[in-house]
Nanobody
Framework: VQLVESGGGLVQPGGSLRLSCAAS????????MTWYRQAPGKERERELVATITSDGGSTNYGDSVKGRFTISRNNGKKTVYLQMNSLKPEDTAVYYC?????????WGKGTLVTVSS
Protein backbone atom coordinates (compact mmCIF):
# COMPACT_ATOMS: atom_id res chain seq x y z
CA VAL A 1 0.00 0.00 0.00
CA GLN A 2 1.31 3.43 -0.93
CA LEU A 3 0.07 6.99 -0.81
CA VAL A 4 2.49 9.46 -2.37
CA GLU A 5 1.83 13.17 -2.06
CA SER A 6 3.34 15.72 -4.43
CA GLY A 7 2.96 19.33 -5.46
CA GLY A 8 4.11 21.10 -2.34
CA GLY A 9 6.57 23.96 -2.34
CA LEU A 10 7.10 27.63 -1.63
CA VAL A 11 4.39 30.06 -2.73
CA GLN A 12 3.69 33.71 -2.02
CA PRO A 13 0.61 34.79 -0.08
CA GLY A 14 -2.38 34.94 -2.40
CA GLY A 15 -0.92 32.30 -4.67
CA SER A 16 -2.13 28.83 -5.60
CA LEU A 17 -0.87 25.27 -5.46
CA ARG A 18 -2.32 21.93 -6.48
CA LEU A 19 -1.43 18.89 -4.40
CA SER A 20 -1.78 15.34 -5.68
CA CYS A 21 -1.87 12.03 -3.86
CA ALA A 22 -1.27 8.92 -5.93
CA ALA A 23 -2.52 5.65 -4.46
CA SER A 24 -1.51 2.07 -5.09
CA UNK A 25 -1.91 -1.33 -3.49
CA UNK A 26 -5.59 -1.08 -2.49
CA UNK A 27 -9.02 -0.56 -4.03
CA UNK A 28 -8.86 3.22 -4.24
CA UNK A 29 -12.44 3.66 -5.44
CA UNK A 30 -13.80 2.17 -2.19
CA UNK A 31 -11.99 4.56 0.12
CA UNK A 32 -12.89 7.90 1.61
CA MET A 33 -9.97 10.22 0.98
CA THR A 34 -8.96 13.06 3.27
CA TRP A 35 -6.29 15.73 3.31
CA TYR A 36 -4.90 16.67 6.72
CA ARG A 37 -2.21 19.16 7.62
CA GLN A 38 0.21 19.65 10.46
CA ALA A 39 1.68 23.08 11.05
CA PRO A 40 5.29 23.61 12.23
CA GLY A 41 5.56 23.41 15.99
CA LYS A 42 2.18 21.68 16.30
CA GLU A 43 3.26 18.06 16.14
CA ARG A 44 0.28 16.90 18.20
CA GLU A 45 -2.30 18.70 16.13
CA ARG A 46 -3.27 17.28 12.76
CA GLU A 47 -6.03 19.39 11.24
CA LEU A 48 -8.63 18.03 8.84
CA VAL A 49 -8.47 20.07 5.65
CA ALA A 50 -10.88 18.35 3.26
CA THR A 51 -12.53 14.99 2.70
CA ILE A 52 -14.27 13.36 -0.26
CA THR A 53 -16.45 10.28 -0.43
CA SER A 54 -15.46 7.20 -2.42
CA ASP A 55 -17.55 8.18 -5.45
CA GLY A 56 -16.64 11.86 -5.23
CA GLY A 57 -20.26 12.80 -4.67
CA SER A 58 -19.77 14.58 -1.37
CA THR A 59 -17.06 16.78 0.08
CA ASN A 60 -16.43 18.48 3.38
CA TYR A 61 -13.96 21.18 4.40
CA GLY A 62 -12.38 22.56 7.52
CA ASP A 63 -13.64 26.02 8.43
CA SER A 64 -10.25 27.62 7.83
CA VAL A 65 -10.12 26.57 4.16
CA LYS A 66 -13.75 26.78 3.06
CA GLY A 67 -14.14 28.78 -0.13
CA ARG A 68 -10.40 28.62 -0.89
CA PHE A 69 -9.57 24.91 -1.23
CA THR A 70 -11.20 22.27 -3.42
CA ILE A 71 -10.79 18.52 -3.08
CA SER A 72 -11.39 16.21 -6.03
CA ARG A 73 -10.54 12.69 -7.12
CA ASN A 74 -10.04 10.60 -10.23
CA ASN A 75 -10.77 6.95 -9.43
CA GLY A 76 -9.45 5.84 -12.81
CA LYS A 77 -6.08 7.41 -12.02
CA LYS A 78 -6.25 6.44 -8.32
CA THR A 79 -5.43 10.01 -7.40
CA VAL A 80 -6.91 12.63 -5.11
CA TYR A 81 -6.19 16.33 -5.52
CA LEU A 82 -6.28 19.45 -3.39
CA GLN A 83 -6.52 22.75 -5.24
CA MET A 84 -5.43 25.52 -2.90
CA ASN A 85 -6.15 29.13 -3.81
CA SER A 86 -5.72 32.44 -1.99
CA LEU A 87 -3.05 30.89 0.17
CA LYS A 88 -2.19 32.50 3.48
CA PRO A 89 0.93 32.22 5.67
CA GLU A 90 -1.15 30.25 8.18
CA ASP A 91 -1.66 27.55 5.54
CA THR A 92 2.02 26.65 5.94
CA ALA A 93 2.13 23.00 6.97
CA VAL A 94 2.95 19.48 5.95
CA TYR A 95 -0.06 18.15 4.05
CA TYR A 96 -0.91 14.47 4.42
CA CYS A 97 -3.15 12.23 2.38
CA UNK A 98 -5.31 9.67 4.21
CA UNK A 99 -7.33 6.74 2.88
CA UNK A 100 -10.00 5.15 5.04
CA UNK A 101 -12.39 2.21 4.58
CA UNK A 102 -13.86 0.64 7.71
CA UNK A 103 -10.87 -0.57 9.73
CA UNK A 104 -8.35 0.11 6.96
CA UNK A 105 -6.55 3.40 7.41
CA UNK A 106 -3.51 4.47 5.36
CA TRP A 107 -1.30 7.58 5.43
CA GLY A 108 1.16 9.15 3.08
CA LYS A 109 4.44 10.72 4.19
CA GLY A 110 3.34 14.26 3.46
CA THR A 111 4.37 17.19 1.32
CA LEU A 112 5.48 20.55 2.70
CA VAL A 113 3.66 23.73 1.72
CA THR A 114 5.27 27.01 2.70
CA VAL A 115 3.41 30.27 2.17
CA SER A 116 5.77 33.20 2.54
CA SER A 117 6.86 36.36 0.80
Amino acid sequence: VQLVESGGGLVQPGGSLRLSCAASGFTFSSYVMTWYRQAPGKERERELVATITSDGGSTNYGDSVKGRFTISRNNGKKTVYLQMNSLKPEDTAVYYCNARYFASNYWGKGTLVTVSS
